[in-house]
């Protein structure tokens, strides 16, 4: 074969490659939408089913992020081993019909276990995704491959919160009849709708290429290896402090992340916004924030390692959770609107850079056979930490020390962004230093 016809079927196999990465981040779009809906609808679900502040964030935290934590090690196990698109074409079809479920739970249990389902089903696909395009991408433009799936999540969140403050405010006055369930109202119809599309998008994936695995380990036969969980944990474990500060360091990251589902409340509350103005607040800055952060971070990330750096997916990190820190503590205390809505873009600028430089760090330092069990392990911790307390802490702090009061609930997020960053910071430092002296310095 020529090296002109290697050369143009590099060029199509690199543009499917990224228009799978596209198919991947509106997924990733659309699970963000999914999980985040319930942000705008707080109140209406509270009066429904007399619930509290702390009762909605166990709805938004632990319904979720339980499961979505303890699936995400057997999923991961499996991108390792099955036909990823398959594995994510299925999540992506019970996560949205368990949003559905969402609408039409009568109580505050049935929701409780839809919110559940959420979890379950998008559990397989961050580990399969990365997974994908692992074997989709050189090493030097998978940093960026990677932040433009994980800018799905933003796009998301942020058109949970433009988008879906609007939807809702149009449904407002509107029921609908179900047979079985009953009469449905605005914030019901909004559960079901955010549904349909996910089982659109669930078709298209299941039709896309599995790539060949690249850089597997082989034994002394010249045969493929499968990496078990024991060996995969017994890796991390040879690497705890690099592994343990980065995954702990990097989901108390993720708090701030979790924590911001809290924000079109606080609007709402703070400044008497309706729920259309409310949502443009809380999304607009979820995507040029967030969509910026994770640009700038992956570029910056994909020139450095084409430059021969090892270490760079762990610095930003840690500079990152030092520029989250002032305007999440000082945000939801402002009072002047516009100075809080760019606080809030700075927040989502730089907690967008962890979260991809996770991901990369493991790409960078974890053999194939063990990247999906890797990241998985990896969000396990952010499910565990980030996206459990996240919603939780605030709430919390609001309900049992500030009495559930309405006007207290910037102060509360105030309070739990103060006592979460200094130990991310601390801990994303400790884990660069060992990727330094595991990775970087033992290449050289």
Known sequence: MSS?????????????????????????????????????????VKETFELTDFQVSLLMGPAFAIFYTVMGIPLGWAADRYNRTRLIAIGMSLWSIMTAFCGLSANFIQIFVARIGVGVGEAVLTPSAVSLLSDYFPKNKLPFALSIY???????????????????????????????????????????IAAVPGIVLALIIFLLREPKRKEMAVNAQGIEQKASFPEAFKYMWERKKLFLCLFIGGSMVAIIQYQ?????????????????????AAGLPTIFGGISGLLIGGY????????????????LAFFSAIGIGV????????SNTMLAIGGATVVKFFVAMPLIAGTTAIRMAVPNQMRGQFTAMYFVFVGLVGANLGPVMPAFINTFIFGDAENMLGTSLAISAALTIPFSTILLWISWGEYK?????DNQ
């Open 4 to 44: 002109e016809n290697v050369s143009q079927n590099e060029s199509k196999s690199l543009a499917y490659a990224w228009g799978v990465t596209i198919c991947l981040s509106l997924g990733y779009a659309l699970s963000f939408l999914d999980r985040e809906l319930l942000s705008l609808v707080i109140n209406p």
């Open 150 to 192: 994980s800018i799905g999540m933003f796009i998301g969140a942020g058109m949970a919160g433009i988008g879906g403050g609007h939807v809702l405010t149009l449904l407002r006055d509107v029921t609908w009849t179900v047979p079985i369930f009953g009469t449905l109202v605005f914030w019901q119809i909004g559960f079901l």
């Open 300 to 315: 910056y990330m994909s020139s450095q390692a084409k430059n021969g750096v090892k270490d760079v997916a762990l610095k």
């Open 437 to 441: 002296k595991h990775v970087y310095r």
């Open 327 to 334: 305007p999440a503590v000082l945000m939801p205390l402002m």
């Open 260 to 280: 911001s589902l809290w924000y079109p409340e606080h609007f709402m509350r703070s400044w008497q916004w309706t729920r259309a103005q409310a949502g443009e």
